[in-house]
């Protein structure tokens, strides 16, 4: 079972890809080949997850019918007898 990242943390998790550039940065500054590695797996997971949540918000947009809304010009009456 895959877990559907939800498209409302876009912007979250493009913060996250941000930061794990400037790791990558620092990292290769360094010479810190095993952290390389590591922050491309999670670079690699972290665009897969971008790809997924730009997917599923290209999927699901909201089209107007053009239909009448009727709720904000109808009322209630009540007969008293």
């Known amino acids: 079972m895959q877990i559907r990242p939800d ?3 876009l912007p979250r998790l493009k913060g996250i890809r941000v930061n794990l550039l400037e790791r990558m940065k620092e990292a290769k500054d360094h010479g810190w080949l095993g952290e390389v590695a590591a922050i491309e797996a999670s670079l690699a997971a972290a665009d897969r997850k971008l790809d997924v949540m730009n997917a599923i918000a290209a999927r699901h947009t ?6 009448s809304d009727f709720r904000a010009t109808t009322g209630r009456s009540t007969s008293q007898t």
């Open 7 to 9: 498209p409302a943390q």
């Open 62 to 67: 909201v089209t107007h019918l053009g239909m």
